[in-house]
């Protein structure tokens, strides 16, 4: 039987990082993955989903192009080249992981892994044990029980659809949701996003969704809020989803996207007696150790901050304090995030809602401008840039945004946030003009 340092079960952001962490302290590392290298972010999430976010923005490009001088043109678009470029592009990335994994010595085993016990992983037959064992699986899509749920398809299966469908409903509020509805409007299909909420985007600042609704009806799609399917049907015209009250929405394709689970079913975590949480995550203290010592996980399967970034911090931070001389405990405060709608919205640090619970005396800094790329479209966009203050200290404790390039203007602002910069400094910042991005360091008032 072979033995390990550790083992990681989970070939995804989070445990190729703790693999590769513990690799080069001298572990002797195994990493079981019965998929494609890469996890969710690589196969199914981030990187195939902002290509089709870069497709799905040529079509306006085009528009737009005519106000700048040139030939009014409409190209044909090709989806089966789009997937299948992106395709090309993941399989390289797999690849890529594969090479960093054996480079770094880390012995990849092939096959779906259970617990046999606190130090044992069975796979495919063969048994392995280790000194410590790190669940690194991630997350899977959840879709609710409704009669027709077997003819809906989740965002893993939007990336190997064999057309572009002409109609589409995407069900859901949440970043995935509203990402795909504008992936599939961008794209040229009839596209509604079904939502039983009144707003979305639950959890980023109110003013910010609000200001991202307006400006995706304004683009021309169709969103049904405080809307709830009953059923889906399918007959020879298509799919039709039956709504609570009687209305029906017909559509070739419908996409849910109404959140995620910890991908923690069939491992034999009850077996090893590791304690879950009601919804299947992994419960594990500050050092990520779950309720078994020998056992530990991290990223999306914890349950905590489910972004990619977040994942391989955390990898860093359990592999160098078990493997090396590391204390160090995992910083959540002022993570930057975005949806990478279109336009985009990003945001890093509390948004108004919550920092007027947290903060005695907020002050708030806003502006809505029309950004200099359309003044000449005939586009009535406007860009929304906001500040957080805490009144009291002049410390800057949220930043919002939204807008075209909202995702690369808020990873600089999220620096400064970290840095607990104050509102005077940012003030003493000179913009680069003409920038959206300057607009941050000219908000003088507070309204």
């Not at 981030?46 to 409409?74: N, T």
């Not at 977040?310 to 405060?333: K, S």
């Not at 890093?348 to 920092?355: H, M």
């Not at 910069?421 to 003030?427: E, L, P, V």
Request: glycine share 12%.
């Amino acid at each position: 039987m072979s033995k390990f340092d550790l083992i990681v079960i989970g070939g995804g952001s989070g445990g190729v990082r703790a693999a590769r962490v513990a690799a080069a302290l001298g572990a002797r590392v195994a990493l079981v993955e019965g998929g494609a290298l890469g996890g969710t972010c690589v196969n199914a999430g981030c990187i195939p989903k902002k290509m089709l976010v870069y497709a799905s923005r040529f079509r306006q490009e085009f528009h737009d192009a005519v106000a700048y001088g040139w030939g009014d043109v409409s190209p044909p678009f090709g989806w089966p080249t789009l997937i299948h470029n992106k395709d090309t592009a993941i399989h390289r990335l797999n690849g890529l992981y594969d090479r960093l994994l054996t480079e770094a010595g880390v012995h990849i085993i092939r096959g779906w892994a259970r617990l046999a016990d606190a130090h044992t992983v069975a796979v495919d037959g063969q048994s392995f044990q280790a000194r410590h064992i790190l669940i690194a699986t991630g997350g899977r899509p959840s879709v609710p029980d409704f009669p027709g749920r077997e003819s809906v398809v989740t965002s893993d299966d939007a990336f190997h659809l064999p057309t572009l469908p002409r109609r589409v409903l995407v069900v859901g509020g949440g970043y995935i949701a509203v990402e795909f509805a504008c992936i599939f409007h961008g794209l040229g299909a009839e596209t509604t996003l079904v939502h039983r909420g009144d707003s979305i985007l639950r959890g980023f600042d109110v003013e910010a969704r609000g200001h991202l609704t307006e400006a995706l009806r304004a683009r021309g799609l169709t969103l049904q809020l405080n809307t709830r399917i009953s059923a889906v049907k399918r007959d020879a015209h298509g799919l039709t989803a039956l709504l609570a009250g009687g209305r029906q929405l017909p559509a070739d394709l419908i996409l849910y996207a109404t959140g995620r689970l910890p991908n923690t079913a069939g491992l034999g975590l009850d077996r090893a007696g590791v304690e879950l949480t009601a919804s299947g995550a992994v419960q594990v203290d500050d050092g990520f150790r779950s309720s078994v010592p020998s056992i530990h996980a991290l990223g999306d399967v914890i349950d905590r901050v489910r972004l990619t970034p977040v994942a391989i911090a955390e990898a860093a931070v359990f592999a160098r304090n078990l493997f090396g001389a590391g204390n160090g405990r995992m910083d959540y405060h002022a993570i930057p995030t975005a949806v990478f709608s279109t336009p985009e919205l990003a945001a890093v640090g509390l948004n108004e809602e919550r920092a007027r619970e947290r903060h005695k005396h907020i002050k708030v800094f806003r502006s809505r401008f029309k950004p200099t790329r359309e003044l000449l479209t005939g586009s009535e966009q406007r860009t929304l840039v906001k500040l957080i203050v805490e009144a009291t200290g002049d410390r800057v404790v949220g930043a919002h945004m939204v807008g075209d390039g909202a995702a690369e203007v808020i990873q600089g602002l999220a620096i400064a946030i970290k840095s607990g910069a104050t509102k005077a400094q940012i003030d003493a910042t000179i913009g680069v003009h003409p920038t959206v991005a300057e607009e941050f360091f000219t908000l003088r008032e507070a309204n």
